[in-house]
């Protein structure tokens, strides 16, 4: 029904950048809020940011000032810039989407399958 791509992981050195892309497609009727969640080895999924249909966005303590989530309404993608990366970020990042499909009248949350970010040296 709905399907989220991601890209843009990898390896980075510290101090690195990286952009991460999430676009959603399938029977979309209405978006609330995409996002990242970002898991570590061992660690509980976290929240690393998000953002509303109407830009209203909600980034993490640990990344302020350092990543930045936008979107495309108009491609159904959202973007994560991740600058002065540090190897505590290295983790899997999903991309969320919660949204209505077609016929369906309440919003329900979907996730792509990951992407892994690495930085070291």
């Known amino acids: 029904q709905v399907q989220l791509a991601e890209s843009g992981g990898g390896l980075v050195q510290p101090g690195g950048s990286l952009r991460l892309s999430c676009a959603a497609s399938?029977?979309?009727?209405?978006?609330?809020?995409m996002g990242w969640y970002r898991q570590a080895p061992g660690g509980q999924r976290e929240l690393v940011a998000s953002?509303?249909?109407?830009?209203?966005?909600n980034t993490a303590d640990p990344v302020k000032g350092r990543f930045t989530i936008s979107r495309d309404n108009a491609k159904n993608t959202v973007y994560l810039q991740m600058n002065s990366l540090k190897p505590e970020d290295t983790a899997v990042y999903y991309c969320?989407?919660?949204?209505?499909?077609?016929?369906?009248?309440?919003?329900?949350?979907?996730w792509g399958q990951g992407t892994q970010v690495t930085v070291s040296v």
């Open positions: 969320n989407a919660n949204l209505r499909i077609l016929g369906r009248l309440r919003y329900t949350d979907y």
């Open positions: 399938g029977s979309i009727f209405r978006f609330n809020s």
């Open positions: 953002i509303t249909s109407d830009g209203s966005t």
